[in-house]
């Protein structure tokens, strides 16, 4: 639980901190002219009254922010106090004064300051090195360093050549759970599998996903990569987990924690049979399992949502569905003659279409 809460605050601290930091956003264009000079800084946004206890000499400014005037203020060895929505520059030339009892593994004299002010008042403070040109980020215990453009255009392109590789893994993963649901031979290690490739794929995208939002105005090419390839992701997931989770499982919460789980967590089959609610005391990998429906239904266009649940609440699984005529199909309380019709013929073509792919 408590690792699922710094999941969430450090994705929160990380959203606000891309949605003022990367690259196109005023404060960057003042961080990247101070790197372009080779020079140090220390900014703390805030309010002044409340770092007053930990703020000696300066001067006071109160004037309207611009990068060029953060950039000329840096050029003085003490910090710069930003108000919290950059648009004010409240005061320069700061001597920064923490407790210095406070713990900080980091070195240099304006990190050590930057860390413990973080720490001691929970502000958000920007320390840019001037020796090693790096952008360090503290707030409270979290620490961040930011990425070089360069470097993050470079991760971001490994990230998607890993994230396509994943995606075709699931593509051939559905192709085969698909001609094993045909012929009644699915068994739980065959969907194990494609729950993990789903897993990297999505541990993958969150990752992607930090790389785009540091990356602001530049990722527009990554992002329609990344759309692209992420397109119906969320939603065969889902269908994938609500055809093979057990009866007890919640498919939304199956959802949430097989996304919780750690790269090397995915690869350890019995945490995901646990998640989907079987126990390999009771059942073993080679064992069958019957899917529900929910990912050939959802295949077929010109059928709802609505239809789907009716069909599988009357017919259970996938067997009793593709024996069922379409007669028996337009039985169902809902179900068109025409709509029993076409899924007849649907399933029917894509049986055959499987069939080919898996040659």
């Known amino acids: 639980m408590r690792m699922r809460k710094n999941k969430i605050v450090r994705k929160q601290i990380l959203e606000h901190l891309f949605s003022i930091m990367s690259p196109g956003k005023p404060l960057r264009a003042a961080i990247d002219r101070i790197q372009e000079a080779n020079l140090g800084a220390i900014i703390v946004l805030g309010d002044p009254k409340k770092l007053s206890d930990v703020m000696r000499g300066g001067f006071e400014l109160n004037t309207a922010y611009t990068p060029q005037k953060v950039y000329e203020l840096s050029k003085m060895d003490g910090a710069i106090i930003l108000s919290e929505n950059i648009?004010?520059?409240?005061?320069?030339?700061?001597?920064?004064?923490?407790?210095?009892?406070?713990?900080?593994?980091?070195?240099?004299?304006?990190?050590?300051?930057?860390?413990?002010?973080?720490?001691?008042?929970g502000n958000l403070v920007i320390a840019v090195s001037e020796r090693r040109n790096k952008i360090t980020v503290y707030k409270g215990d979290f620490i961040y360093s930011l990425n070089d453009l360069s470097n993050l255009l470079v991760k971001s392109s490994q990230a998607i050549t890993a994230l396509e590789k994943y995606s075709l893994g699931i593509e051939k993963g559905w192709t085969n759970l698909s001609g094993l649901e045909f012929d009644n031979m699915v068994t739980l290690y065959d969907v194990v599998e494609v729950v993990r490739m789903y897993g990297l794929l999505f541990k993958m995208s969150e990752e992607l996903l930090d790389y785009m939002a540091e990356l602001g105005v530049e990722s527009r090419l990554v992002k329609i990569q990344y759309d692209e390839i992420m397109l119906n992701k969320n939603e065969s997931f889902i269908d994938l987990i609500k055809d093979y989770k057990s009866e007890n499982e919640k498919a939304e919460k199956v959802v949430e924690n097989i996304r919780n789980l750690t790269k090397e967590e995915l690869f350890?089959?019995?945490?995901?049979?646990?998640?989907?609610?079987?126990?390999?005391?009771?059942?073993?990998?080679?064992?069958?399992?019957?899917?529900?429906?929910?990912?050939?239904?959802?295949?077929?266009?010109?059928?709802?949502?609505?239809?789907?649940?009716?069909?599988?609440?009357?017919?259970?699984?996938?067997?009793?569905?593709?024996?069922?005529?379409?007669?028996?199909?337009?039985?169902?309380?809902?179900?068109?003659?025409?709509?029993?019709?076409?899924?007849?013929?649907?399933?029917?073509?894509?049986?055959?279409?499987?069939?080919?792919?898996?040659?």
Request: charged share 30%.
């Open 87 to 121: 648009k004010t520059i409240h005061g320069a030339n700061i001597q920064l004064q923490p407790d210095s009892n406070i713990k900080t593994d980091e070195s240099g004299t304006r990190h050590q300051a930057a860390n413990r002010i973080a720490k001691q008042k």
């Open 268 to 359: 350890e089959d019995e945490n995901i049979v646990n998640i989907l609610g079987y126990n390999l005391k009771d059942i073993s990998l080679d064992e069958g399992v019957k899917s529900r429906g929910y990912s050939l239904l959802s295949s077929i266009n010109k059928i709802t949502k609505k239809d789907i649940e009716l069909i599988i609440g009357e017919l259970e699984d996938v067997q009793m569905i593709l024996l069922a005529s379409p007669d028996r199909i337009s039985q169902i309380k809902g179900i068109s003659k025409f709509k029993s019709e076409h899924v007849h013929k649907a399933l029917a073509r894509l049986k055959n279409k499987i069939a080919l792919d898996r040659e």
